[in-house]
């Protein structure tokens, strides 16, 4: 048993078969081999040595007629390590004594190699584990001949274990097969914990090298509450994950009794529990935890899923079957909000960027490509009359950034009109208020916007200056750190001066030990993923106001972000009833 600590970045306690990406998506269905099969398995080993042996000679040849003997030198290479009779011995060894299957053992043993190269402090010696998991694919691909699982055509269940994942490759993952995942890198901020989270797969990022202490098929439990994952774990332990596992189901099934509930106070008071969503097909989860609207619609995926320019038609569709989904209920959509870590196909229109989240992203992305931007807008007025649409604009930082948004959202409207297309003229501008200059200013955006909605995300990067992907910062990564908390004040207090209303839709909101603190501190609309619903309505049942505000005063006078988030674990241990 091997127990890792991550970062947890999305709830959930899962258990099941490794399904190591980093070898390709071989996943190793039986670990041992019955007794009188090993003379057969062994067998099955030389033959996958000697096949594979040819496909390198047969590179190897290839290579040597078209460059010189330097690059087929690398071929040679393998091959000798491929016919080290050390490596034979200890493989056979594994299948005779352990009567580990061929597959297994191979992987064992040269990931074990692998982990040693890895681990020296010369980088060519470091770069050489590439060529030991080259070795390892050849005699998977060999051994399991077809049966090499692809990421997005799972058949059964499985724990995704990879060096990294990207937000559109979380986004293509199936829930039904995916049971977790764990990947090397990564942070708490990234947006592949965002996607995560919407999927509701139970995720730990930022684990550090490890890939290669596993192999496909290994047992692996994933704690997406604490960060932790055990490999290969013992008997005892498994039982006691198996009992978390059932405890959770049943919690997740009293909730859901709340969902037509509306949400509120002990004391009476309504607050709006919205939800935020990626892709269309999550209103269905919205709407199942009784969601009492969109609060932040992330556009930017449909770039994200497709390898060509969405058309206005495109976007049209998708808005159309939220707000038509949602029932009257209202729709924030943001537009598009990519680069930095959301890249699409724009990616090969970027010019490689030294500090992405301070680059060429967001609302500034947009303004500069109109091409991108004017199909949007066109796209989500055309919605607004299908029900309660509002456009919410990402990442503004000056008032000219706004005002040229909406300058470009008026001259929509205006060829829509010509065009004879109806719209809804009144539809509702808002802005996240998600960098230290719009909280500084906020008093002059607020006369220019009829909403504004929090985006912690972010602001906590740039408040803190840390990097919301980089598991090197992580610690520094808090969203209960008192500068992030002086910043929500200023604005939610400014906001009510103005009388414009404001939500929050970082993925802060959705933590149950902070409600007490937000709504202490004024706020009565939070945007959260669609599975915190439940937890958070419970919360906000379990308080009032005034002991929210007795919590937040007392929050507000505290020196670090640990000592404020114990504080609010502490005091939402004692008032919620679980
Ligand atoms: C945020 O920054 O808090 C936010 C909601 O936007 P995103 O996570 O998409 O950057
Ligand atoms: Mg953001």
């Known amino acids: ?164 994942l990207t937000p559109s490759e979380t986004a293509s993952l199936d829930p039904k097969f995916v049971r977790a995942f764990v990947t090397e890198i990564g942070g708490a901020g990234g947006h592949t914990a965002i996607v995560a989270k919407g999927l509701e797969i139970p995720a730990v990022v930022g684990i550090g090298k490890f890939l290669t202490d596993v192999s496909g098929g290994d047992v692996v439990i994933v704690d997406g509450e604490t960060g932790r994952v055990i490999l290969e774990p013992d008997k005892e332990t498994l039982a006691r994950y198996r009992e978390r596992e059932e405890r959770h189901r049943e919690v997740a099934v009293r909730l859901e009794a709340l969902r037509d509930v509306l949400a509120g106070t002990g004391d009476g008071v309504r607050v709006q529990l919205m939800a935020n969503i990626e892709f269309p097909h999550e209103v269905d989860h919205c709407l199942d935890r009784g969601a009492d609207g969109i609060g932040l619609y992330r556009t930017e995926f449909l770039y994200l899923e497709s390898k060509t320019e969405p058309s206005e038609e495109d976007h049209y569709r998708a808005y159309a079957e939220v707000v038509q989904a949602m029932q009257g209920r209202p729709v924030v959509i943001r537009t598009l909000d990519l680069g930095a870590d959301k890249m699409g196909f724009a990616e090969v229109d970027m010019e ?170 004024g706020l009565r609309e939070m945007s959260v993923p669609p599975s915190a619903i439940p937890e958070i309505k419970n919360i906000c049942r379990s308080v009032t106001i005034p002991q929210c505000e007795a919590v937040a005063e007392r929050a507000m006078t505290m020196d670090s972000a640990r000592e404020v988030d114990l504080y609010l674990r502490d005091e939402s241990n004692k008032t919620v009833q679980p």
């Open 1 to 164: 048993m091997q127990i890792l600590d991550g970062i947890a970045v999305s709830p959930g306690i899962a258990i099941g078969e490794a399904l190591v990406i980093d070898n390709e998506g071989f996943r190793i269905p039986e670990h041992r081999v019955e007794r009188d099969a090993v003379d057969d398995e062994v067998k099955r080993l030389d033959n996958a040595i000697a096949v594979v042996a040819k496909e390198i000679e047969r590179n190897r040849d290839a290579i040597a007629l078209q460059l010189d003997d330097q690059y087929s030198a690398i071929f040679s290479a393998h091959l000798q390590m491929l016919r080290d009779p050390k490596l034979h011995r200890e493989v056979e060894q594994l299948i005779r004594a352990r009567r580990y299957t061929p597959e297994y053992a191979v992987s064992v043993t040269l990931r074990g190699y692998a982990k040693i190269f890895q681990e020296s402090d010369d980088p060519y010696m470091a770069e050489r584990a590439h060529d030991i998991f080259d070795l390892e694919k050849g005699l998977l691909r060999n051994l399991l001949g077809h049966r090499r699982e692809e990421l997005s055509h799972l058949t059964s269940p499985v724990v995704v274990l990879a060096h990294n």
């Open 352 to 521: 490689k960027e030294r500090n992405p989240f301070l680059g060429l992203r967001s609302i500034r992305l947009a303004l500069r490509n109109k091409q991108l931007f004017r199909p949007q807008l066109r796209a989500i007025l055309r919605a607004s009359l299908l029900g309660p649409v509002k456009v919410m604009f990402p990442l503004i930082s000056t008032l000219h950034e706004l005002r040229q948004a909406r300058m470009v959202l008026e001259d929509a409207k205006e060829d829509l009109h010509e065009q004879g297309v109806e719209f809804n003229r009144e539809i509702l501008v808002g802005m996240m208020v998600e960098s230290p200059a719009s909280v500084t200013m906020i008093d002059k955006f607020l006369p220019e916007v009829d909403f504004i909605s929090i985006g912690t995300n972010d602001l906590i990067q740039y408040a803190l200056a840390v990097d919301r992907t980089n598991p090197g910062v992580a610690d520094l990564y808090q969203a209960t750190d008192p500068a992030v908390l002086r910043m929500i004040d200023t604005s939610l207090k400014a906001a009510a001066k103005a009388e414009v209303e404001a939500s929050l839709c970082g993925q802060m909101s959705g933590v149950p030990a902070y409600t007490m603190l937000l709504l202490g501190l």
